[in-house]
């Protein structure tokens, strides 16, 4: 490819920078004083745990203890469910501080018992873990009496309008209520149409959303945002030929939230979600659609990283598992996270869980990093689903969060990393090879990098980078990067061959990021010309508080920017 005669002196036109650069072993999860979380609620749980900054728990229900008899509802009776005791609602409320929701509807002994026959239901589905029983939610004298109970709770009760309830599951069907879709695929073969299960559930979507709303033209008291649809992308629709696939994304267009539960399977299932805004390109990146309004409207986008030796999975590198899952719900943009103290070691690895809760719920506009796992990891779901396919499905390249690296140009095209991975928690969680490599017996030896528009914008910034490598050979590697007048290079990272996991930090002084290396490129890593480099994560840092409007969840700036 010929460049143009301005872009070939920009490169030439090369000068070293000065500003020191430390190196230490492991991984490097520091963030600049500047930076705090958005909140302290970013983790939730099942009970408050301060000191491990889980400040928000849940209020557990079912719907016969909230409804007994038709017509009457109640503060005071107390409820069971999977196992569980759950005190009045009048008891839960009397605990201080903020919670969230979680209405148990549709199992047999969750439901009033008038129900079934008050609607005349005669059949019934377990699911898949033989927790319960299930009614048909869907059944048009079921759904009105969930609504009524749901006017009663949000709305009469005012649950919707408190300021300490900052979200609720919906709609509160199947297996803990995560609304998958095994009990409509089994009515399916008893007869439930799709075209009568789709029109309930996007009507059902929209009767909640107006619920919430108030049910009126108002707008002061609409709390639609709160409601957290707990379905998923892509059901495992083998009954209806894969129709259900977007039926998440219809609940977030509809104005619901929405979670996933398993986000430990980093690898599985989770990188095409239509629901985030997310969709696997054809080169094999998770390309983000930044205009998808549930990314920054007050709406939660909820994770599940608590099953590491727990609800029957296994890590062999626990370390490992965590981080990857957390940076999958990262990756994925979620403004919140369910964790518990002792299953998601919290304490041991506190320093990556403090990274994690800074990270939760920031934005372009006020986060103080972009980051980029660079990898190559199998995705199962798609070897059993052709409806979206791309090149070398179904392996999906890198985990990105407004930083990505592709191989590009005649001298930036990678090898996979050393680090193979099989199987990590479960065997959905398939093959993975961490890191990638320069090729320099070929002649490749960069990695380049493009930085988020809007967040390499932020004015008068000073930058850092931490990069996370593999200690091999023993010469010398650097950052090339434009400080508006030509590309500089950086203070030089030495290696000593150790064959140990080491993270540079890398000032990179006078640096201004506007696409200006070859293919739009804004720096990339130099592997020093002699021999290969292996990179497994890097970090682009903020150093300064931006000095730029910050638009928050709720939507009000910062006032002191």
């Known amino acids: 490819m010929r460049l143009p005669l301005a872009l070939v002196f920009f490169l030439l036109n090369i000068s070293a920078a000065t500003a020191a650069v430390t190196v230490i072993d492991g991984d490097d999860w520091s963030l600049p004083a500047w930076s705090l979380p958005v909140d302290e609620n970013r983790f939730y749980s099942e009970e408050a745990s301060p000191a491990d900054h889980v400040n928000v728990r849940v209020i557990d229900l079912t719907w016969r203890q909230i409804n007994p008899r038709m017509g009457e509802y109640s503060m005071t009776n107390t409820g069971s469910a999977a196992g569980m005791k759950f005190p009045s609602l009048r008891d839960q409320l009397a605990i201080p501080g903020k919670y969230w929701l979680r209405i148990w509807v549709t199992g047999e002994k969750w439901a009033p018992a008038w129900v079934k ?14 927790q319960a029983r299930h009614l048909p939610i869907w059944d048009a004298c079921v759904w009105g009496h969930v609504k009524n109970m749901y006017r009663q709770v ?106 996933n539960g398993i986000t430990e399977l980093f690898n599985f299932h989770l990188n095409h979600t239509p629901a985030y805004g997310a969709s696997i390109a054809q080169d094999g990146h998770i390309v983000i659609d930044e205009d998808w309004p ?29 981080k990857m899952s957390n940076l999958k719900a990262l990756q994925m943009r979620s403004k919140r996270l369910y964790v518990v103290p002792e299953d998601s070691f919290l304490s041991r690895f506190s320093k990556h869980w403090d990274w994690v809760r800074n990270s939760l719920g920031k934005q372009r506009y006020n986060s103080a990093d972009a980051w980029v796992a660079l990898r190559t990891a199998q995705d199962k779901y798609w070897l059993d689903d052709s409806s979206h396919t791309w090149n ?72 850092q980078l931490k990069i996370t490598f593999v200690d091999t050979g023993d010469s010398d590697w650097w950052i090339e990067y434009p400080d508006g007048q030509r590309l500089v290079s950086s203070e030089p990272v030495p290696r000593s061959d150790s064959g140990l996991v080491k993270t540079a930090t890398i000032d990179l002084p006078a640096a201004q990021f506007r696409n200006q290396l070859e293919h739009t490129a804004d720096f990339r890593i130099f592997n020093g010309g002699t021999e290969d480099l292996e990179v497994r994560f890097v970090r682009l840092i903020k150093k300064h508080r931006p000095v730029v409007a910050v638009i928050f969840e709720d939507g009000f700036e910062d006032p002191d920017p």
């Open 392 to 463: 070398n499905a179904p392996w999906v390249r890198n985990l990105e969060r407004w930083l990505v690296q592709k191989d590009v140009g005649a001298d930036g095209r990678t090898r996979q990393g050393s680090d193979h991975r099989k199987n990590e928690i479960d065997a959905d969680n398939g093959e993975s090879w961490e890191g990638r490599i320069t090729d320099h017996a070929k002649g490749q030896d960069y990695f380049y990098f493009f930085i988020d528009d809007v967040f390499a914008s932020a004015h008068r910034q000073e930058w």
């Open 117 to 130: 026959s008050d609607c005349n239901i005669n059949k019934t589905w377990m699911d898949h873990d033989g």
């Open 294 to 322: 549930l990314l920054t409207d007050k709406r939660t986008i909820g994770a599940e990283n608590e099953c590491y030796d727990a609800c029957g999975y296994h890590a062999e590198d626990l370390y490992y598992a965590i």
């Open 154 to 259: 949000l709305l009469d009760w005012g649950l919707a309008a408190d300021p300490d309830m900052l979200f609720a599951h919906v709609p509160g069907g199947f297996y803990y209520t995560e609304f998958d879709f095994d009990i409509p695929f089994q009515a399916a073969d008893d007869g439930l149409s799709f075209s009568d299960f789709s029109a309930w559930f996007h009507s059902a979507m929209s009767e909640l959303v107006a619920i919430a709303n108030g049910e009126n033209t108002d707008t002061e008291d609409d709390y639609a945002w709160k409601l957290v649809y707990t379905g998923e992308d892509y059901p495992f629709d083998n009954t209806w030929n894969g129709a259900t696939n977007l039926f998440a994304r219809d609940a977030v267009q509809a104005g619901m939230g929405i979670r």
